[in-house]
């Protein structure tokens, strides 16, 4: 029967025993579908790296880890860039000036330039006035756009060098890899150097201690030359670290081989 309440307020009704019933169903059905949600929320999804990385890939990976993981578990497209056409055409560009060198074929994804900065026609030729200012406008690489593979920590990381320089021959032979940079601020990653470093130090069986690493601003001519780029050891352990694996690679992988 209807409860009286305070004065003035409305009889409260109680429920039937099949309506209690019913609500507490309805509160056992919310209680459930509230935790799967707090569930889904707090889940963490391992996407297992793949087998073979660009340097890209590992510079995405080691500046942002969670962003590079949902880019692997949902890739998405992404729409033509014509700055990075138009990037692609400065390194052209540069190589073009060394008809003496040979040139390697490029596949359509292996272009060079395609994170390049550069606004639009009026921007490229600046680039191109810019780099004939700057310390390497007069000197002829060893190579240019150098592919590489190498295995570090189990994984194949591949890539392409933007030129190579090289000063002396046999046993006093010195190196430097070159990675030219259109951007107009300087926050390039270290680490694609000491990648750069090591897989040419490993291709050519020398020391990775015999070649030196730069990045060149060509905007303003600036040369940045990183100090102490991680070795081998170190890489390893960044991707291992990533992979979340703390085991070490195998000896043959270790070496490169």
């Excluded at 090289?166 to 601020?185: L, P, S």
């Excluded at 490993?202 to 690493?213: D, F, L, P």
Aim: charged share 30%; aromatic share 6%; with cysteine.
């Amino acid at each position: 029967r209807p409860e009286s309440g305070p004065a003035g307020d409305r009889p409260r009704v109680r429920p039937t025993p099949e309506e209690a019933r019913a609500i507490a169903s309805w509160d056992r059905d919310l209680d459930s579908l509230t935790g799967e949600l707090l569930r889904a929320r707090e889940a963490v999804t391992d996407v297992p790296l793949p087998a073979s990385l660009t340097v890209s890939q590992v510079l995405r990976m080691a500046a942002d880890p969670d962003g590079f993981a949902q880019e692997l578990a949902r890739p998405m497209p992404r729409p033509p860039q014509p700055a990075a056409r138009r990037g692609t055409r400065f390194h052209a560009w540069i190589e073009a000036r060394f008809e003496a060198l040979t040139l390697p074929f490029l596949e359509p994804d292996e272009l060079p330039g395609a994170e390049a900065e550069i606004a639009d026609e009026h921007d490229l030729e600046t680039l191109k006035d810019a780099f004939e200012r700057t310390a390497y406008a007069h000197r002829t690489p060893h190579r240019v756009e150098a592919p590489f593979q190498i295995a570090i920590a189990g994984r194949v990381v591949r890539g392409r060098i933007d030129a190579v320089y090289k000063d002396g021959e046999g046993d006093e032979a010195r190196y430097e890899i070159v990675d030219w940079k259109t951007a107009r601020t300087h926050s390039a990653d270290p680490l694609q150097l000491a990648l750069y470093r090591l897989a040419w130090a490993e291709q050519h069986g020398i020391e990775a201690e015999s070649v030196a690493a730069a990045f060149v601003y060509v905007r303003d001519g600036e040369i940045v030359r990183p100090a102490d780029l991680p070795g081998r050891a170190a890489l390893e352990r960044l991707l291992l670290a990533e992979d979340g694996c703390d085991e070490p690679p195998p000896e043959d992988v270790r070496a490169g081989r």
